[in-house]
């Protein structure tokens, strides 16, 4: 079964730091484009972060740029997304992606297979 798992969400204080990860199972991440995206209570979904097939192309979202930092092992089917100086307005359920293709964008729509999600509150 082809599955993607978040992890390292979490109550955090304004201008703390998380890492999220994203592992796979039952498939090579090796393979994918890796995509993180978020959603807020009533808010529409947005692109946070993505990273090639190969590694050699990244791309940030203007809100989270200079802040958050996109990274994958493949030897560890694991993808990571550093995210530090963190806000409120970086409260969000994060999700990652898998697009099989070499590049990756901040559209969520190509996307092939979703993880469950994990939440992140920043608050104090």
């Known amino acids: 079964q082809l599955q993607l798992v978040e992890s390292g969400g979490g109550l955090v204080q304004p201008g703390g730091s998380l890492r999220l990860s994203c592992a796979a199972s039952?498939?090579?991440?090796?393979?994918?484009?890796i995509g993180w995206f978020r959603q807020a209570p009533g808010k529409e979904r947005e692109g946070v972060s993505c990273i090639s097939r190969s590694g050699g192309w990244i791309n940030y979202a203007n809100s989270v740029k200079g802040r958050f930092t996109i990274s994958r092992d493949d030897a560890k089917n694991t993808v990571y997304l550093q995210m530090n100086s963190l806000t409120p307005e970086d409260t969000a359920i994060y999700y990652c992606a898998a697009l099989l293709s070499g590049l990756c964008g901040l559209t969520g729509d190509p996307y092939d297979y979703w993880g469950q999600g994990t939440q992140v509150t920043v608050s104090s």
């Open positions: 039952g498939f090579a991440l090796g393979g994918y484009a």
